[in-house]
């Protein structure tokens, strides 16, 4: 069982859409982070989320994180074609540093 | 900027030999961390470092991998003997020190194919 179920699994858009991803749990973390990961590289973080309710903007990338702490999803406008990847979610286990992570979201965006 | 460096970037290998990974953390980073990914999955933890010492084995598959930090600094995997289901990307991750945040960075990985 994933601790962290993040949906959909694969998504493929046009330019130009926009799009949410999610990361969903039964259980409270003290943050999440998002990651994108591209073919044959390793993952890049893009954002933490500590506080519930946060919202985050990176460009066109919103983040936020559910008011229990339980959720989180990922909106991106106007999507372009360098925004193709996997986008993991991860979050701390218990009260090491250990992670855990999502499946994933494979996105692909079309030109 | 300062990267998480890895070594080999690719690895094939036949069932039953050896195989070693290498991996630079970034300058300072206290903690270091191997992940095995399989294609189409998040990461898994194999063994996290604090230092020198291990703190997090418990996923680790003993009877046949190994990994050290001998001085600290940089680290190495080693697979012995390789299975065929041992095929996967090998990440290594580091980070300044736990937190709150535990904001990890990666390494470009290390494919692996067991033929």
């Known amino acids: 069982t994933q601790l962290l179920e993040q949906s959909p699994q694969f998504l493929s858009i046009q330019e130009g859409e926009n799009l949410t991803v999610y990361c969903n749990s039964s259980?409270?973390?003290?943050?999440l982070q998002w990651y994108r990961q591209e073919p044959g590289e390793g993952p890049v973080l893009l954002v933490t989320?500590?506080?519930?309710?946060e919202v985050k903007k990176l460009k066109r990338l919103t983040f936020q994180f559910g008011d229990a702490r339980k959720d989180s999803s990922l909106h991106i406008t106007a999507a372009q074609t360098g925004d193709t990847g996997l986008y993991l979610c991860?979050?701390?286990?218990?009260?090491?540093?250990?992670?855990?992570f999502g499946e994933g979201t494979q996105l692909t965006v079309n030109p | 900027e300062a990267e998480v460096a890895q070594s080999p970037r690719y690895k094939i290998t036949e069932k039953s030999q050896a195989v070693a990974f290498w991996c630079d953390p970034i300058?300072?980073?206290?903690?270091l961390y191997w992940y095995r990914q399989i294609l189409g999955q998040g990461p898994e933890l194999l063994v996290q470092?604090?230092?020198?010492?291990?703190?997090?084995d418990s996923q680790l598959p003993k009877d046949r991998f190994s990994a050290e930090r001998l001085k600290g600094v940089d680290s190495t995997l080693k697979i012995q003997p390789a299975e065929l289901g041992d095929s996967a990307m090998y990440l290594c991750?580091?980070?300044?020190?736990?937190?709150?945040?535990?904001?990890?960075?990666f390494g470009p990985g290390t494919r692996l194919t067991v033929t």
């Open positions: 470092f604090q230092d020198e010492s291990v703190v997090d």
């Open positions: 991860a979050g701390p286990l218990g009260s090491g540093s250990r992670l855990t």
């Open positions: 300058s300072g980073h206290a903690t």
């Open positions: 989320v500590v506080t519930g309710g």
């Open positions: 259980s409270v973390f003290s943050s």
């Open positions: 991750a580091s980070s300044s020190q736990p937190g709150m945040t535990y904001e990890q960075y």
